[in-house]
């Protein structure tokens, strides 16, 4: 029973390698703290991995959500003040980027929306900017797949990585590659991000829960497109100000305030250094 096990599971693996002709789909669960000063402080999302055979796709399950349920309101004919008012129904608490990478040459394409402009930019990478060590003999597994540890260090974090040398596929959740086998789990030292595997689908065809990519972004820097997120969380209202030329009003003691001073969030970005 046991070999006849190992036989079928050795054929799933083939099937999902051979050429890279069927589409992988992988979910992985996301954790992060957004304050780094309080652990305590934490938010969780679904993550797609999309694995073609010239490409990769990442992007949040929820914000793609939401994403088609704003596309249907545009379609069905609602005002602006009706979709201001859903707006919470369109925007997830994370991770709003779509990250694609051309397997070919390690280009990956980043967009975003912080506001209503969509930017991206592009960046190369290759696995040397992971400074990937590997640790065989120490093992674990995940959805009953065995995989091997590796210790790694990428924008100024390290991180641990669980790959599975039994699905030989160079890819992992964000831009995280460059390892002999699928990444299914992989968190950083201090535990502000986790991810780790929930689905593994070998067969997958796109279906409702496909991203649906923004339209008509504007090409950026990276770090421009960082501080616009930096200043959303920090300085908001000067953030509508440069972003939609929005001015903020409020009545406080019978006076009128305008651009008031907002208690900025804090935040806990995955990259700290570019």
């Given at each position: 029973m046991k070999i006849f096990i190992i036989y079928v599971f050795s054929l799933l693996i083939i099937n999902i390698c051979k050429g890279q002709s069927n589409t992988i789909l992988i979910r992985y669960d996301f954790t992060t703290i957004t304050d780094s000063t309080d652990k305590s402080k934490k938010l969780f999302d679904n993550m797609n991995l999309v694995i073609w055979s010239d490409r990769t796709e990442y992007y949040s399950q929820s914000r793609n959500a939401g994403n088609r349920i704003k596309e249907k309101d545009k379609a069905d004919g609602l005002t602006i003040q009706q979709m201001t008012a859903r707006n919470a129904l369109y925007m997830s608490l994370l991770e709003g980027s779509i990250i694609e990478r051309e397997k070919a040459n390690n280009i990956f394409t980043v967009s975003d929306r912080p506001s209503s402009v969509c930017y991206y930019y592009n960046e190369a990478l290759s696995s040397k900017d992971f400074n990937w060590k590997l640790i065989p003999d120490t093992t674990t597994e995940y959805l009953g797949v065995k995989c091997k540890k590796a210790i790694g260090f990428f924008k100024g974090r390290e991180y641990t990585a669980w790959y599975a040398t039994t699905i030989p596929i160079d890819a992992g959740p964000y831009k995280f590659f460059g390892l002999p086998g699928l990444i299914l789990a992989i968190n950083d030292k201090d535990n502000f991000?986790?991810?780790?595997?929930?689905?593994?689908?070998?067969?997958?065809?796109?279906d409702e829960n496909y991203f649906i990519p923004y339209k008509n972004c504007v090409k950026v820097e990276k770090n421009?497109?960082?501080?616009?997120?930096?200043?959303?969380?920090?300085?908001?209202?000067?953030?509508?100000?440069?972003?939609?030329?929005?001015?903020?009003?409020?009545?406080?003691?019978?006076?009128?305030?305008?651009?008031?001073?907002?208690?900025?969030?804090?935040y806990n970005f995955l990259e700290l250094v570019d």
């Open positions: 991000f986790t991810f780790i595997v929930t689905e593994i689908n070998k067969d997958w065809s796109p421009e497109l960082e501080d616009k997120r930096k200043m959303r969380l920090t300085e908001p209202a000067k953030f509508l100000r440069m972003e939609k030329g929005v001015t903020i009003k409020i009545k406080k003691d019978g006076q009128e305030i305008i651009n008031p001073v907002v208690k900025p969030r804090r």
